[in-house]
C-alpha cells in the first residue's frame, strides 16, 4: 500500500500538468481574447456580414400632378335682344268707355290695349282728332313737339283722356268718336261708347276753331 500511494500519486499529477499544458497550447493559438465588455461575434452573424445585401426596393415613382391649366378669362356676351320697334295701329285697339260734359267741352274716356304678339314703343301723346261715324274730322288737334314713349307689352292696357270743345259744324253722321294720329302718319279710330251716340261739343263760338287735346297715355 505504501508503494502504490505514491505512483498513483504521481501518475495523476503528471495527468493535470499534461491537460494544463494542452489547454495553455489551445488558449494561445486561438489568439488574443476579446475586449472585456464585447460581445464575441457568432458565426451566423459572420455569414451574414459577408453575404452581399440584397438591393433596396426602389420607392414607387408618385406621378407629379399637373400644372393647373389656366384658361383665358372669356368675358361673357350678352345674347342679343331683338330691338323694340314702334307700335302698329294694326297691333293695338282702342275704345269709348266713357263720354262725360264738362263747362262747354266733351271728355271721352279711352282704353287702349296691345292685342298683338310682342312689345311695342307707344308715343304718350299723338294729335287727336274728333271724327264721326262717315269717317269725317269735325275737329283737328295738333301734333306734339316732344313726347316721351311707353314699351307696351303684349295685353297691356293703357287709358287716357280727351277733350274736345266748340264743335259748331252741321249735325254728324253718328256715331261720334275720337282717333289718334301717330308721329309715322298711322291713324287709330277707338270704337265708339255707343253705334247711335251723335252727342257733340256745344259750339261756344261760330267764328272760334274747335279745340281737342288729349291726357298723356298712362297705365
Known sequence: MRNRFPVATLTGATLVLVVVAVAAFAIGRAGPSPLVGSSPSSPLSALASSEPSAPASPAPSVPASPAPTTRPSV???ASARPATGPCHASSLAARITLWEGAAGSRIA???LRNTGT???LLDALDRPQLVAGDGSVRIDGT???TTDQLTV???DVLTTLVSASNDCKPAPVPP???AFVFHDGQRLVAKPASPTDADTPPCNGAGSPGMIDMHPWAR
Do not use: F, L
Open 75 to 77: 368675358s361673357p356676351v
Open 109 to 111: 274716356h279711352v282704353e
Open 118 to 120: 310682342s312689345p311695342c
Open 143 to 145: 301734333s306734339p313737339a
Open 153 to 155: 307689352a303684349p295685353g
Open 176 to 178: 261720334i268718336s275720337v
